[in-house]
């Protein structure tokens, strides 16, 4: 079974600019969630959606935002990045119960903003 | 407000002798879930063990064995052994029932020196 499979791996971005990161999350999973990862900040939640519904959020600006496809594929976008955008994103998804399940990770995609 | 907290930020052993990684967790629901992940060099978290607060039985998994204490509101892991493939960070996560928001420690980053 594949796992949860994240594009691109590593990115380099300019302050200023937008960039959408994507996620296939392992087959028949339909939430999907996304963490970005700062070593000042650790790990923290930015939303989770599931059937294309976004279920929670976490505490980030607006320029934060994702989405789901039908699919569960998933994408998040983050405009007008700034240096501090600079983290690993990671997403996540699990079985279709509705709590305490657990989460699977991709390998994250690096961000880098210049 | 849910919080974990991961006092040991850096532990180094020698390899073959036995390391417990400390967890404590803040919560008023009754009903939660604990879990512990590795996070190798290459970013991606691994699951290693999900517990319910109602299960308070140690688990043993090989090497690893977890200690679930709800009168000190801890949940440790236990590294019998150490190979210097466990070196990582580990981090332990607490979700509640409803949702998939995971709330992590900052990680304890393990070195098991050869």
């Known amino acids: 079974k594949a796992g949860v499979t994240q594009t691109p791996r590593y990115l380099i971005k300019t302050r200023g600019q937008q960039v959408t990161l994507s996620c296939s999350p392992i087959s028949g999973h339909r939430s999907v969630s996304w963490y970005q990862q700062t070593p000042g900040q650790g790990l923290q939640f930015l939303f989770e959606?599931?059937?294309?519904?976004?279920?929670n959020k976490g505490n980030f600006p607006g320029r934060f935002s994702g989405r789901q496809f039908s699919n569960s594929r998933s994408e998040m976008n983050v405009s007008t990045l700034e240096l501090g955008d600079s983290a690993l994103y990671l997403c996540a998804s699990s079985p279709p119960r509705d709590s305490g399940n657990t989460i699977y990770f991709g390998e994250g995609s690096w961000l880098t903003v210049v | 407000a849910q919080k974990v907290t991961q006092a040991q930020t850096e532990i180094s052993v020698v390899e073959k002798e036995d390391v417990t990684l400390d967890c404590v967790y803040e919560?008023?629901?009754?009903?939660?879930?604990l879990f512990w992940y590795k996070q190798p060099p290459s970013g991606e978290l691994v699951f290693l063990i999900r517990?319910?607060?109602?299960?308070?039985q140690n688990e043993i998994s090989g090497r690893y064995s977890w200690n679930f204490q709800k009168s000190t509101s801890s949940f440790n892991f236990t590294i019998t052994a150490s190979q210097v493939v466990d070196s990582a960070v580990y981090f332990c996560?607490?979700?509640?029932?409803?949702?998939?928001?995971?709330?992590f420690g900052t990680g304890t980053s393990l070195t098991v020196i050869p």
């Open positions: 919560t008023r629901d009754t009903t939660y879930y």
């Open positions: 517990r319910n607060s109602f299960d308070e």
């Open positions: 959606y599931f059937s294309e519904t976004q279920r």
């Open positions: 996560a607490l979700t509640r029932n409803t949702g998939n928001q995971f709330y």
